[in-house]
Each structure stands twice: as structure tokens, then as C-alpha cells.
Nanobody, 122 residues
Framework: VQLQASGGGLVQPGGSLRLSCAASGRIPSTYALGWFRQAPGKEREFVAAISSSGRSTVYADPIKGRFTISRGNAKNTVNLQMNSLKPEDTAVYYC????????????????WGQGTLVTVSS
């Protein structure tokens, strides 16, 4: 079972995009879900995560106040609303699931799937 991200594309600086992520099968409802991104030539970095209940969230400092993570209406889905996008937000965005709860370390996460490319450029 993997998590597949979608919704990426080309957007101008200051614009918005909404990413979605859905599981190809069943993932335990106790898992937290998170978003990571990897820019060209850089390591994968944490973006945001949400608890299994949806009541707790954690964000990376560079995107605080601009991005919002939320659980989707369907089970094992998660969304990332990205506003006020900057060129430095350009990256492939991935979603994954954490059996150990909220966290920013990629090693906590599993069920990685293919990401979706977000390009912020004028």
C-alpha cells in the first residue's frame, strides 16, 4: 500500500495550489500522515504532518502561515493547501504515513509513493 500525491503543477509566485494524497489500499487509522518535499540537488525535507485524529498538526518553519495540512473526507487522504507560493517552494512533494505519530523525521514514515512536482516560476 502506497500513498500517491497529486495536484502539482506550474504556478506563479504568490499563487496557490492544493495537493492531495490518497492511499492505494488500507492504512491503519492510527497512522499520522505527512508531507515532505525534495528540491533539485537537495535532500528531502519535512513540510507538514497531521495526527490520526486530525486535531494536531506540525509545520516546518519555512512554510508556516502559508501552507495548511488537513485530513480529507475519505479515509487515509490528506491535503496540503499551499498559498503565497515562492520560487523556493519548487520541489517534488511526497506524502507518507507514520505509525509512530507526528514527527518531522523521514525515517518515521513509510508507504512512500511517487510525488507530484510543484514549480513556482514566473
Amino acid at each position: 500500500v502506497q500513498l500517491q500525491a497529486s495536484g502539482g503543477g506550474l504556478v506563479q509566485p504568490g499563487g496557490s495550489l492544493r495537493l492531495s494524497c490518497a492511499a492505494s489500499g488500507r492504512i491503519p487509522s492510527t497512522y499520522a500522515l505527512g508531507w515532505f518535499r525534495q528540491a533539485p540537488g537537495k535532500e528531502r525535507e519535512f513540510v507538514a504532518a497531521i495526527s490520526s485524529s486530525g486535531r494536531s498538526t506540525v509545520y516546518a518553519d519555512p512554510i508556516k502561515g502559508r501552507f495548511t495540512i488537513s485530513r480529507g473526507n475519505a479515509k487515509n487522504t490528506v491535503n496540503l493547501q499551499m498559498n503565497s507560493l515562492k520560487p523556493e517552494d519548487t520541489a517534488v512533494y511526497y506524502c507518507a504515513a507514520s505509525p509512530g505519530g507526528l514527527g518531522a523525521r523521514a525515517t518515521m514514515y513509510e508507504r512512500w509513493g511517487q510525488g507530484t512536482l510543484v514549480t513556482v516560476s514566473s
